[in-house]
């Protein structure tokens, strides 16, 4: 069946200008297009800063108003990432159902040792064949992927991108994290200038404790609910006992619906 377009005011689209990426962004000769892209972290958190009610299950915490929002979002990123976690619990689509949308993000998807089967009946990839968002490129420890499920992808516009695993390997025994400022240069040598970065807990978490100074814009949903113990939630390892992990400053509180919508940039 066929979803409602969404639909998100002119109003509250001028509000959030300031916190996306702008077409400087994206020029060359302009000295903010840099070797990394725009990163704009952004996702949907309950009062007990849970992204969902546990690992594998999704949650909707977003009421209309604020989904509006994220799918508008998402016409003003080059790219939308989310770790495998994500992809296998939620399936989700990733592309942008906004009325009359006339962009839609690259889905990046971290998957060092390919576990997500996106062969199968993936919504990602039903969207991108129906020409309705693009398929996703996937980040990889694998230097030989499977050669069908490579086929799979690029038949579709898709791609495997190998990384090798480094900085940021003190935090994991297994050797399979990548450093996120290798990421997002991955992400830029594609020629995507601006990024957002929904989740799930691992990849949030990791970003800000890795290098919260790669993030420079933060647009987090707050919904009105407690979900419990037990969630997936927003809590980054601290490096100093004594100092936190990240502020933000330059903040603006929006309410959209029942929710409020916080953005900020990490003070520096
Ligand atoms: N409320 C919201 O806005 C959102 C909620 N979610 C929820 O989050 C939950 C999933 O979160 P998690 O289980 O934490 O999974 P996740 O989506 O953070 O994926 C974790 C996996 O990604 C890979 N990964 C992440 N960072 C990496 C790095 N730097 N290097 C190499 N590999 C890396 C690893 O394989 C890791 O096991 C789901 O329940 C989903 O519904 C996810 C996104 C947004
Ligand atoms: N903004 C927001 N609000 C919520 O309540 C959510 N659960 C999420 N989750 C993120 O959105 C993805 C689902 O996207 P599709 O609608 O399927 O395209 C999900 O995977 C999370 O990244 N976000």
């Known amino acids: 069946m066929a979803e409602t377009p969404l639909y998100f005011p002119s109003a509250e689209r001028e509000r959030l200008e300031l916190h996306l990426p702008t077409r400087k962004d994206a020029d060359p000769s ?43 979002l998402r016409t003003r990123h080059d790219a939308i990432c989310v770790g495998v976690g ?49 398929a996703p490129y996937i980040v990889t420890l694998e230097e030989e992927p499977p050669p069908h499920k490579k086929k799979i992808l690029e038949d579709a516009g898709g791609k495997f991108i190998t990384l090798t695993a480094g900085h940021g390997d003190e935090g ?42 790669l993030v420079d814009s933060v647009i987090v949903t707050i919904a009105p609910i407690w979900l419990g113990q037990g969630g997936v939630t927003v809590s980054p390892p601290r490096a100093n006992i004594d100092r936190p992990v990240a502020r933000l400053s330059d903040t603006m509180w929006m309410p959209l619906g029942a929710d409020v919508v916080l953005c900020g940039k990490v003070a520096r």
Not at 97 to 102: E, I, Q, V, Y
Not at 176 to 183: A, N
């Open 30 to 72: 302009s000295p903010s297009c840099a070797t990394l892209p725009f990163v704009t972290l952004t996702f949907a958190t309950s009062l007990d800063s849970a992204l969902s009610l546990g690992p594998g299950i999704r949650t909707a915490l977003s009421g209309p108003e604020s989904k509006a929002m994220t799918h508008y």
């Open 86 to 134: 994500t992809a296998i619990a939620d399936d989700p689509g990733l592309n942008s159902r906004l009325n009359a949308a006339t962009h839609q993000p690259r889905p990046i998807i971290i998957d060092p040792r390919l576990r997500w089967d996106f062969t199968a009946q993936s919504k990602v990839m039903r969207l991108a064949r129906e020409g309705r968002g693009l």
């Open 172 to 213: 994991r025994t297994d050797g399979t994290r990548f450093g996120w400022r290798v990421i997002l240069s991955a992400v830029r040598q594609e020629g995507l200038h601006s990024i957002m970065i929904e989740g799930g807990g691992e990849v949030i978490n990791s970003l800000l404790c890795e290098d919260a100074d």
